[in-house]
């Protein structure tokens, strides 16, 4: 091993304390912010009314003094957003207007088959709904009980309308239901 002689200790030193003050002192290119951040609490200071007699007769009334709050980021003008005329409402009607149902055509026999269909779907679902009259249901029968009258409800409605396809498909679903219901119990 070599020895160091003693003028090449001091420029070991002296490249370390080099390298320290280089790494501490930062950068020479770093900016300053334009405005500096104000901590806005701490800048409000109330003026307070100067006493000239011992005792106040009524509360002083207190002032407050505000900062110019400093400008943040960029300001940007953004253009007025634009103005939309409202539609006027439509006048109510006396009667709904139902929406345009786009249905078969169908003949005279399949519409008298499908009323007797209709008719008989539903007073299987009306027997099968009796039964479970009065009867403790759990959750899941209770939900399918109640699927099964809203079937029934809406092919009633198809049946006012005259859909009567409309009517035997959902009396159909109705009656299915009814008969899973039935047989659960």
């Known amino acids: 091993m070599r020895m160091h002689t003693q003028k090449e200790t001091a420029k070991v030193w002296l490249a370390v304390l080099c390298t320290c003050v280089v790494c501490t ?3 020479y290119t770093r900016r300053v912010p334009a ?12 003026v307070l009314p100067t006493a000239t007699q011992s005792g106040l007769q009524s509360p002083p009334d207190l002032q407050t003094e505000l900062p ?4 943040i ?6 253009p007025p957003k634009p103005h939309v005329a409202v539609a006027p409402a439509p006048e109510p009607s006396a009667e709904k207007h139902a929406e345009p ?3 078969p055509e169908v003949t005279t026999e399949e519409l008298t088959a499908a009323k007797s269909e209709t008719q008989q779907a539903l007073d299987m679902t009306d027997k099968n709904l009796s039964m479970v009259q009065g009867k403790k ?10 699927k099964v009258r809203g079937f029934a ?13 409309r009517a035997r498909s959902l009396s159909k679903k109705a009656e299915i239901l009814s008969e899973q219901l039935a047989a659960s119990l």
């Open 101 to 103: 149902a786009i249905t």
């Open 153 to 165: 409800d809406n092919a009633r409605e198809a049946m006012r309308s005259g859909d009567w396809v």
């Open 25 to 27: 002192s930062g950068c």
């Open 137 to 146: 249901l759990n959750p899941t029968q209770e939900d399918l009980a109640s």
């Open 68 to 71: 110019e709050t400093p400008q």
């Open 73 to 78: 980021g960029l300001n940007r003008m953004q």
């Open 35 to 46: 405005k500096p951040v104000v901590n806005f609490i701490a800048a409000v200071r109330p």
